[in-house]
């Protein structure tokens, strides 16, 4: 319905006009906006093309620059004037790449935003009963799941085992979605230019241009465990499973990024504290407090209170493991052409190939502590990339190298 009144509106609120160098958008008939957007600013294209959008045979089209994007909708035999056809070989990946891809990027939090839209829309359409049902199926699955524990004489309190099966079904809908969307994934370049489509129920086809890109890998910790990791560009993944051997010949290929190493920093030993001393401290202070709830008397029955730090433990433990595999692997490789960059962000490994000619701006900073160990940050600013951050390397061993 919202997509049949835009296009009805469109007619006569909206009017588009594509040049050889600029897009043009006029919106409102009292309160009149102007858009104008530079082509050659233009960094990525994705079309988006839904169930409903086939049906009425319409697609979605978003324009990203650096600072911004644009976004409207044309009829599906409406040509964009500044997209050329692609015609080389695309690159597909085996099924199972798709399925370890989908699995690297699915993330619990995102999940449960996720169900949480999802009961709240059941409950908008079928009325309460439905969402009754779908919380009443939980609480079943958790209460078959303590009681099969207690066979095992391991005793789970029953709130904790619904927050367990809330969280999985949470990420399982997450995976779901994933799949579905990352389903067909194949790359093909020309030029400048590479084409990324995807997509079964919802289609996506998206242009990105290669000019001073930036490749980023991203590596969970079952993603560095299997020596497997997504590829991303301008935030599409472009390839969903590439080892470390074949990734530099991947990112060659597809991105344009020659992968060359002349020097290559690590973060020293005496380190592991700049990476692990909140997760670490705070695995100390849970622990702490779970024996005094063993001890005391008045709290030894609160299996709420025990149940909620054993998770913080457990969370916290996890924390320290992922910090310390990403100390082992984090750090600054500089090449001729290429500069690699590898840090820890949240719980993941970010690995960013980032062109000597895209760095803007190169900073080394050192705390007071930092001074006294000979140790210092390298921030990298470039036009894509979020400033990465590689974290206490030795200062003697770093270079010089001013951006291009």
Known sequence: MNLLLYFFLRKIFVKLDFTEKYIYQRKGIILRCFSVMLLSAVVRVTVERSLIMRIFGAKKITVFTVRGKLTFYLHKNEPLPFLHEIRSVPLKPRFLDVMFGAFADTRALGGIALLAAFLRRLSKLFGGEYFDGVISAISDTAETLTNALSVLH????KIAAVLAV??????????????????NL???????????????????????????????????????????????????????AVSK???????????????????????????????????FWWSVGLSAAL??????ERLRSA???????????IVSMYAVMVSLVCMSRSGLT??????KLSMRRGLRLFAYSVPRGA??????????????????????????????????????????????
């Open 154 to 157: 391991i005793a789970v309190p």
């Open 166 to 183: 809330f969280v999985l079904a949470a990420w399982s809908l997450a995976f779901a979605r994933k799949l579905l969307r990352l389903a």
């Open 186 to 240: 194949r790359s093909a370049r020309n030029g400048n230019l590479l084409r990324v489509q995807s997509g079964v129920i919802t289609l996506y086809e998206h242009t990105l241009v290669l000019n001073s890109a930036a490749a980023v890998s991203v590596s969970p910790l079952s993603a560095i465990l299997a020596k497997r990791a997504p590829v991303f560009l301008r935030g599409v993944m472009i390839y969903p």
């Open 245 to 279: 051997a074949k990734s530099a010949k991947l990112i060659r290929t597809l991105c344009d990024i020659p992968i060359d190493s002349s020097l290559r920093i690590k973060p020293p030993r005496s380190s592991f504290f700049g990476f692990c001393a909140v997760p």
């Open 291 to 296: 024996v005094l709830v063993y001890i005391s």
């Open 303 to 313: 299996m709420l209170l025990k149940t909620a730090l054993y998770c913080g433990l």
């Open 334 to 339: 500089v090449g001729k052409r290429t500069v």
């Open 359 to 404: 760095i803007a701006e190169e900073t080394v900073s050192q705390s007071v502590f930092q001074r006294r160990s000979g140790l210092c940050h390298i921030r990298l600013a470039t036009a894509e990339c979020s400033r990465p951050v590689a974290r206490h390397l030795v200062r003697k061993e770093c270079p010089h190298h001013p951006p291009t």
